[in-house]
């Protein structure tokens, strides 16, 4: 089965531009996720989706960033304008609940680097 | 939520199996705990999870002590590919994981 696909794989750009990633989630997974990882700490949750609709949001900086999942499936992150802290690798994941299970599955990620 | 506290590094031998603890004192009686690793450049890959009850896959065991305060990771023949960072996630009623920083695991031939 494929797994969960992210581009672009890296992304510079200087401070205060705007950026878009994309995320492809296994197929039928419902849920999907948008993690911040800081070099050398462990990831961090931005937002959470089921099917199209948002479940948590409450640590996305609504200022800058921004996710949308149109029709369930692909979902992209924006930030718009970007800060030098905004350096970091994001991950998405997605999901799906088998009764037994509820493991996620990640993308191998999107390295930023604002400059 | 529930914190844990893992060890920052571990060095283990190859072959030998590599035992790796997990502090997860305040955790919720129906919290599971998961644990995944993360290889250099790439994206976390789940492990193994469990409750109460120890659990084995192709991967790793999983033993949780009796008052679930504490877990261990045990990879029973580790290789140089296991190096890697290690996370024991417990995961919230909202089917989110809570991460730490994680055990740098390093295998050395």
């Known amino acids: 089965e494929a797994g969960v696909a992210q581009s672009p794989r890296y992304k510079i750009i200087e401070k205060r531009q705007s950026v878009a990633f994309w995320c492809n989630p296994i197929?039928?997974?419902?849920?999907l996720y948008w993690y911040q990882q800081i070099l050398g700490q462990g990831p961090k949750l931005l937002i959470q989706?089921?099917?199209?609709?948002?479940?948590?949001d409450s640590q996305l900086p609504k200022d800058r960033f921004s996710a949308e999942r149109l029709k369930g499936v692909d979902s992209t992150l924006k930030i718009q304008p970007a800060k030098l802290e905004d350096s970091a690798v994001y991950l998405c994941a997605s999901s799906l609940y088998t009764g037994a299970s509820y493991e996620q599955y990640f993308g191998p990620g999107t390295r930023l680097t604002v400059t | 939520d529930a914190k844990t506290t893992q060890p920052p590094s571990m060095d283990c031998a190859e072959g030998r199996a590599a035992n790796l603890p997990c502090n997860h004192s305040t955790i919720s009686g129906n919290e599971y705990v998961y644990w995944y690793r993360q290889i250099h450049s790439q994206g976390p890959q789940y492990i193994i999870h469990?409750?109460?009850?120890?659990e084995t896959n192709e991967m790793a065991s999983l033993i949780i002590t009796e008052d679930r305060k504490s877990s261990t990771l045990i990879l029973p023949h580790a290789t140089l590919r296991d190096t890697a960072v290690y996370y024991c996630t417990p995961m919230d009623s909202n089917y989110q994981l809570i991460w730490g920083a994680g055990t740098k695991l390093i295998i050395k031939p």
């Open positions: 197929s039928g997974h419902a849920t």
């Open positions: 989706f089921q099917n199209n609709g948002v479940v948590d």
């Open positions: 469990g409750l109460k009850n120890n």
